[in-house]
């Protein structure tokens, strides 16, 4: 069974920093792709960042960029997101997902449909 099992949710003033965890089990991501997505109440799953391990290419949200960084660990078979410079405006459940099937166009990073597996989710609160 697969299963993805992120961390790392806090509550920080704002300004501060946070590094989200996720680490899977059951398959491995190296062949396509990962990514971090979060939830606001009220508001839509959306994409923060993305890596597609099949060309290498990474993505982020235009209102994370330069702030945020997605990395992985593919002997851990585990992925992070450095979040710094937090805002009160990125507080939201943060999920954790992983796609084993490539993607119909390169727009499909930031799209839930597309991703196979997801995490728990995480909060992340911050504070002004």
């Known amino acids: 069974e697969v299963q993805l099992v992120e961390s790392g949710g806090d509550l920080v003033q704002a300004g501060g920093s946070l590094r989200l965890s996720c680490a899977a089990s059951?398959?491995?991501?190296?062949?396509?792709?990962i990514g971090w997505f979060r939830q606001a109440p009220g508001k839509e799953r959306e994409g923060v960042s993305s890596n597609h391990n099949i060309d290498g290419t990474t993505f982020y949200a235009d209102s994370v960029k330069g702030r945020f960084t997605i990395s992985s660990d593919s002997a851990k078979n585990t992925w992070y997101l450095q979040m710094n410079r937090l805002k009160p405006e990125d507080t939201a459940v943060y999920y954790c997902?992983?796609?084993?099937?490539?993607?119909?166009?390169?727009?499909?990073?930031?799209?839930?449909?597309?991703?196979?597996?997801w995490g728990q989710g995480t909060q992340v609160t911050v504070s002004s």
């Open positions: 997902a992983g796609a084993v099937h490539r993607f119909p166009t390169a727009q499909a990073w930031g799209v839930p449909f597309w991703y196979d597996y």
């Open positions: 059951g398959f491995t991501f190296d062949d396509y792709a």
